[in-house]
């Protein structure tokens, strides 16, 4: 009995959760590094897999995994809604007792959930991986990241520890408060951090990409930097009530100084220059605040108009 005990799988279910993403010359890498972690692990599991609108053959390679083994599901969207809208699906479609999204790269290497489930185990709501190294990543793109993140934690309430990223494992309780934010600006690393719980951080080795190149290319990368920003804080909405009234106050002095001189000395028909710099300083910052006003303005109808997050054209072993 007390060997039947011992052998017989934990019961608790593990969902895996992978964003996919033209990913075809990674798949089987990352099939292979996860049947080494599950062929380590104890619990049931669920793999699933969200093809973010792969323009390659990923969608077919998922289709033959799912097929030899129920247990890998597929969740298919009918085109790219970006990394931060698959997560959300992926946390959505899972039914596990303990959730982990990965990604699909192998950058995330699976043994880490081991230690992860170890410590859910002792009682954390949620474990998160800390990056030990960046040494993949290009020198500018680090360096923009970490100022990236000194500005969000300025800002955010909430900080997002800046090592820390998607790799994670979240207790049920975690997902469920995850999927009651109905926003469509997903920024998931504030998102993990808001909901709150009780964490804790474990360090891993951060790997090259298995196969293929990087999704997130500079531009693509700024505009989530905007998101999140933006998703998470008013600041650079609120910071012009005291810039703008600081710049006014000066403003009122120059006036005074330009009545009191013209009063003495007369009007001389000089001071261009001056003329020139004030219409060039008050003319960029008015600019500027606007095309603030815009960033935020834009999402708010991207809100309002309430459109789904994403489409889902196929699942394959989920029953809905
Ligand atoms: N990804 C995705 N949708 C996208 C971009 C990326 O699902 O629009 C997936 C991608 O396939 C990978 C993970 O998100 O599994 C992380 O992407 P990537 O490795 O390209 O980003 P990086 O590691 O360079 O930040
Ligand atoms: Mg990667």
């Not at 990087?214 to 531009?219: A, D």
């Not at 060039?280 to 603030?292: A, H, N, P, S």
């Amino acid at each position: 009995m007390r060997e039947f005990e011992e052998n017989m799988e934990k019961r608790e279910l593990i969902s895996i959760i992978a964003p996919i993403y033209n990913e075809e010359a990674a798949i089987d890498i990352f099939f292979a590094e996860m049947r080494k972690f599950l062929a380590t692990c104890s619990y049931r599991y669920e793999i699933i897999c969200v093809n973010d609108g792969s323009s390659d053959n990923t969608l077919n390679i998922l289709k033959k995994y799912a097929t030899e083994d129920k247990r890998i599901k597929v969740v298919s969207f009918s085109r790219n809604f970006g990394k931060e809208r698959a997560l959300y699906a992926g946390l959505k479609y899972s039914s596990g007792d303990a959730v982990i999204p990965i990604d699909a790269d192998l950058q995330h290497p699976p043994i880490v959930i081991n230690a992860f489930l170890n410590k859910w185990e002792e009682g954390y709501d949620i474990v998160y991986g800390v990056r030990k190294n960046r040494e993949n990543e290009g020198r500018l793109r680090r360096f923009l990241s970490k100022k990236f993140y000194e500005l969000y934690n300025l800002i955010a309430e909430q900080k997002a520890p800046y090592n820390a990223g998607d790799f994670r494992l979240m207790d049920r309780k975690v997902v469920d408060a995850i999927l009651k934010i109905q926003e469509k600006q997903l920024f998931m690393k504030g998102i993990f951090n808001w909901v709150g719980y009780k964490a804790y951080s474990i360090e891993y080795a951060c790997a090259a990409r298995a196969a293929g190149i990087s999704k997130f290319n500079f531009w693509k990368l700024w505009n989530f930097a905007l998101d999140g920003i933006t998703a998470t804080s008013t600041f650079p909405l609120r910071i012009w009530t005291y810039l703008g009234g600081g710049i006014a106050l000066i403003s009122f002095f120059i006036a005074l100084f330009f009545l009191i001189k013209t009063l003495i000395w007369g009007d001389t028909v000089q001071g261009f220059p001056t003329l020139v710099i004030l219409i060039l300083f008050f003319g960029g910052i008015q600019l500027l605040v606007l095309g603030i006003f815009g960033e935020y303005i834009g999402r708010i109808m991207i809100e309002v108009k309430n459109r789904p997050l994403y489409i889902v054209d196929e699942v394959i072993n989920i029953s809905e």
